[in-house]
């Protein structure tokens, strides 16, 4: 039988994994991360936040590139890291990039009482997309606003518009739970009381309502809320991993900010060792075809003990 969670109780999460792993996972230094790439599972490191960002930013550029009216095409992108935005809308009037035929999908949006939190919000992810890049490209350049694709309560169009475009890649950073966008780990309970749902059972899953982690709403209300975390809603709309695996390429960018040294090393050795565990819903990422690890050297750290 699995151990409880030394965090919540009641739900998975990657407290409940094997003591050998986590602290196989402990162990690791940067060298060792490099070496777990293998075929479809590539670890980068950047020297600086300048580099890191500038490289994350590129991304949309470089997949926006390949958009044309026969063959439209796009990037799924996160809030958190928010730090490329502004990059991006740079480099696309700079650039002159013509986004007529290019297409945006956000990851995810807060739910509250049944309905997506409004642009108005203060915690708005479709607020903070618009004000950080959309906003801030030429008029002229700016791709159609039904190109942009945010998730709303009924996602009947949201689900669609994955077959309008390619998605040449999903970007995201990695959660405090393991998590990209909000996949959380699920609930104890039910038929996942004593095990938690395969990793084929995981992987079936769509754009769909969540339930948030308790580790998901303290970090949250630490990173965007200043800690308040009543306001800090507990249910959210999140890309699924059906959508995910619709992507042909996913790339995690790891600033050391949204995660801390250990996660980072954890859900790194559970991909490049190929241990799907749905307690841990980043390291389903090993089944994927594709998947890139993107590091900041200076936020990689250390999982030694010591009082500060």
Known sequence: MRPLSKVAPDWWDYTTLDREILDDAARLTPEDLLALSRPGFQVVFYDTLEDFYLAEALEYVTAWRQATEATPAGICGPIGPTEQLPLVARLVNVLELDL???????????IVEGQEVPVSHPLSFERANRALCFDRIQPHLRMPEENLHFPKADLTSYKASWEQARCVVMQGGQGEVKHWAFNDPPKRRASYRETPPSPAE???????????HPITLIQNARTSGGGVVQNVPSQALTVGPVETWKAE?????????????FGMRLTTLMIGKQVPDSAVPMSLLADHPDVQFNFYRGGIGTCEAEMH
Not at 202 to 212: G, K, S
């Open 100 to 110: 007529r035929h290019a297409h945006f999908w956000a990851m995810d949006e807060w």
């Open 202 to 212: 995981y992987r079936e899953l769509t754009a769909r309502v969540v339930d948030l």
């Open 249 to 261: 390429k996913v790339s995690i960018w790891h600033a050391g900010a949204h995660d801390n040294p």
